[in-house]
């Protein structure tokens, strides 16, 4: 009987009231206003109205979100668990939109409200839960996977406050706290049924049972809980609506009153903190995080929560735990939830009593790890008396791995006991630490960099000696990004112009771009596509006077960098140049060079001085050269402050020149590169990361390229770098170098760029002074191209239409071939498309 009427009720549901009408939408929205927010269209707001708006689309989305759900149940389906400890996932409300199909529907209700749409997609705050390319990637992958339909789900924490707000204040960066849940969070649904227990501290004893099994019993001093929260992943036209579940951390009833009942109130409110500070903040990225013992909490409680959540939903499936690996492949983003290697093995083992060996083959057979990075500093490992207080089992556990695993190491590898000690999964020289890359190595089936040069320095340089071991275990997916938030809804101008061309497939399948190709030679789709980049720079434009107050020209080349703020990123090599055209502008005024604005954006992890200074270098430099009117006719400055995806989806369009300037073999891949060369930007680049793989893509000739190669830097760094001597032979970097020494770009304050300065003179770990000259020239040869407009458009058409490989649905495909074990995507698309 309940099952006929709530058959019933999902298709009054589906028919009438979340019907894709005009009508039925605009009803949504007045509904919503009034039902859930309580409001009177009278007194209502902006944010009232975007909630109201956001309800209505979610309403669209929940019978899907259902449907697939039971879909994947029913058919019994091979699950991907993405756990990571950032989702950078943008505002969703525009993006929900276009994968559900109801653009048109939507603006059309909205505009007979009388109410903007673009206005209203303005006013989603973004929920800032990532540092930056590692937590957007993992947005872009949910994207991808629900698109294509495989059956995923994200797994994360749900930070009460994400990326600090970055303000600038005479110049330097000062950091805000982010209150993305200020207004509420309309995309979530809370599910406190759903919730489990995690513990912290404590001890352990053990004993043999009555058959001589040996047994242990973890007691933990903390028990707190994780309560999910999910909000639904909407395929691009898929009829798949995956989920992204979110935990927060809570305080354990029990535990708490338990304490509260006892007269311990100190006690009780100490738990209770201890709880909710766990998913209270998101870590920025510092330079050291070694010795964060919250951070470990994170990890932790988050990773605890997903693999407790996978085994109960395995086993309402009516599955066996003996299958867990053959229906669940656990993708660890990065070292953050490595943990879970532990984890698995302890609820395997102690709680579901399984014999270490099963327990074993099925853990390592679950788990896959991606690394992202090749900075030393970057790989994550924990001080052992610190883990020991924290996780006691996970710790006895580890060292259990870690026997049977340097056991092996001998076998294979006897009398090197050098080889051992490199691979212990416990670092013991000095300090002693617990590697989690290495525990996230033994315990995965695969390991994969995030683009080609990546994986091959992880097999010869980083994890070599992982490598030697397994070769087999070594992939390389190159990263990619999703066209539908990074082109179609970020640059809709762009986005008509192709789809008048080509159709909008597109959309859904990136190769199509390849059929731009031929436009590159017309002259008329050419000066189309121009006036669409004017448009879109206008926009940027008007934004940049609004923010900042600057004005900046449409028509001077627009040349950006954005992204997090570092030494091996080389936004300071980029002011390096920056100045070089300021000193010969200003010794030479009648100098012809091509207008200019140089756009950068992105945060300094707070306790990262060089980054800061940086900052603070780019706003000084920027101060001097706007107000100089004997340059600011060719060359202006911003810093973009607070730099988040809804601005990047502003600034990745508009841009001509794309920076990607790092040191060869510092960065992992790069996903910015990508945004900006779909978007029909050229890039100015080192080979590396992912610049190598565009530029093979796009043409050599296509992309302008500088500077040493990985295997360069390694072998001048070798035969010993003097910074120093390069700076005395090139009178141009020994000018700029002394105007910043002097004060002259920091109201005469000499002391201000002295760390900068002398870090570059005395040892320059990321080279810029070798990379300088051959950067300058490359430049050049940019303002040379760029003056010849229509060569310009031609190979930023070239640019855009050969990206086809960068989306992310190709990285997924990858991911599903070649690590997931997923060959089939029959649930996507078996549903029909409008559902
Ligand atoms: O793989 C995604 C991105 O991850 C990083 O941002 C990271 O956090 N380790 C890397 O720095 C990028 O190169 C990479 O594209």
Not at 19 to 48: H, P
Not at 181 to 210: K, M
Not at 287 to 293: C, F, L, V, Y
């Amino acid at each position: 009987m309940l099952k006929q009427i709530s058959k019933e009720h999902d298709s009054i549901v589906d028919d009438e009231r979340t019907s894709n009408t005009v009508a039925a939408l605009k009803q949504g929205i007045l509904d919503n206003l009034f039902y859930v927010l309580g409001k009177r269209v009278e007194v209502s707001t902006d944010m009232d109205h975007f909630m109201a708006l956001a309800y209505t689309v979610r309403d669209r989305i929940l019978a899907r979100w259902l449907t697939t759900r039971e879909d994947y149940a029913k058919n019994n389906v091979r699950t991907v668990y993405y756990l990571s400890a950032e989702f950078l996932m943008g505002p969703y409300l525009a993006s929900n939109i276009l994968n559900l199909g109801i653009d048109d529907v939507i603006r059309q209700a909205a505009g007979e409200l009388d109410l903007d749409l673009n206005h209203l997609i303005g006013q989603e705050s973004e929920p800032g839960l990532g540092n930056g390319g590692l937590g957007r990637l993992a947005a872009c992958y949910l994207d991808s996977l629900a698109t294509l339909g495989v059956p995923a789900m994200g797994y994360g924490i749900r930070y009460e406050f994400g990326m600090f707000h970055q303000a600038i204040r005479d110049g330097w960066q000062v950091e805000l706290t982010d209150y993305w849940l200020r207004y509420g969070n309309p995309w979530e649904i809370r599910r406190p049924q759903a919730c489990v227990e995690v513990g912290f501290g404590g001890h352990t004893q053990s004993w043999a049972d009555s058959f001589g099994e040996y047994k242990v019993l973890w007691t933990p001093d903390e028990v707190v809980k994780g309560v999910p929260f999910d909000t639904p992943i909407v395929g691009y036209r898929s009829g798949v609506a995956n989920t992204l579940r979110l935990w927060r951390s809570e305080a354990n009833e029990s535990f708490y009153f338990d304490r509260f009942n006892s007269g311990d109130y100190e006690g009780a409110v100490g738990a209770k903190i201890f709880a909710e500070n766990i998913s209270k903040v998101l870590y920025p990225n510092d330079e050291e995080i070694r010795g964060k013992e919250l951070r470990l909490q994170q990890q932790y409680f988050f990773t605890s929560c997903s693999l407790q959540d996978m085994i109960r939903r395995h086993e309402t499936t009516g599955h066996s735990l003996e299958n867990f690996h053959e229906q669940c492949a656990v993708q660890l983003n990065d070292t953050h939830p490595s943990i879970g290697v532990a984890e698995l093995m302890r609820l395997l083992v102690d709680i579901h009593g399984f014999g270490w060996d099963k327990a074993w083959d099925i853990t390592s057979h679950t788990f896959n790890y991606t690394n992202h990075t090749l900075l030393p500093e970057a790989l994550e490992r924990w001080s052992l008396p610190m883990f020991q207080s924290l996780l006691p089992r996970h710790l006895e556990i580890i060292y259990e791995i870690n026997s049977r695993f340097l056991s092996l190491v001998r076998t294979k590898f006897p009398n090197d006991e050098a080889r051992v000690a490199r691979m212990s999964i416990i670092d013991e020289h000095g300090e002693r630490y617990v590697r989690m890359a290495y525990l996230a190595c033994v315990g995965s089936g695969h390991i994969n960099g995030v683009a080609k040069l990546h994986t091959e320095l992880l097999k010869s340089d980083v994890l070599r000696d992982f490598y030697e071991l397994w070769p087999e275990k070594f992939i390389n997916v190159t990263n990619g990004v999703t066209p539908r938030r990074w082109l179609a809804v970020a640059n809709p101008e762009q986005s008509e112009l192709m789809t008048s061309k080509i159709g909008h497939d597109w959309i859904g399948d990136l190769d199509q771009l390849s059929k731009l190709e031929r436009y590159a030679e017309d002259s008329a789709f050419r000066s189309e596509w121009q006036g669409v980049q004017r448009a879109v720079k206008v926009r940027l434009a008007q934004y940049i006077a609004a923010k900042t107050g600057i004005s900046v020209d449409p028509s001077s080349m627009f040349d950006a960098q954005v992204k997090r703020i570092h030494e091996y990123k080389r936004q300071h090599l980029n002011v390096l140049y920056i100045l070089t055209q300021y000193y010969r502008q200003k010794k030479d005024p009648t100098l012809e060079i091509s207008p200019r604005t140089f756009l950068f954006g992105g945060k300094a992890a707070p306790g990262y001085f060089m980054a800061k200074l940086i900052i603070k270098l780019i706003t000084s430099v920027a101060e001097v050269i706007n107000s100089d009117p004997e340059v600011n006719q060719h060359l202006k400055v911003v810093f973009l402050p607070d730099y988040n995806v809804t601005f990047g989806q502003l600034v990745y369009p508009a841009a001509d020149l794309s920076e990607q300037i790092s040191t060869a073999g510092k960065e992992a891949s790069g996903t910015g590169n990508m945004k900006f060369a779909m978007n029909g930007a050229l890039t100015i680049g080192t080979l590396d990361g992912a610049n190598i793989e565009i530029r093979d893509a796009v043409g050599h000739e296509n992309f302008f390229l500088f500077g040493l190669t990985a295997a360069e830097v390694v072998a001048r760094k070798a035969a010993g770098y003097h910074p120093h001597q390069i700076y005395e032979s090139n009178g141009a970097l020994r000018e700029v170098i002394d105007g910043i020494a002097s004060g002259r770009f920091s109201r005469g304050d000499g002391s201000l760029f002295r760390p900068l300065v002398d870090g570059l003179l005395n040892s320059d770990p990321y080279l810029l002074f070798a990379d300088y000259q051959t950067y300058v020239d490359c430049q050049d040869r940019v303002c040379k191209t760029y003056r010849d407009q229509e060569a310009w458009s031609k190979m930023s058409i070239y640019n855009a239409a050969r990206m086809g490989q960068f989306s992310s649905d190709r990285s997924i495909r990858d991911y599903c071939k070649d690590i997931w074990n997923i060959t089939r995507f029959e649930i996507g698309a078996g549903l029909p498309a409008s559902k």
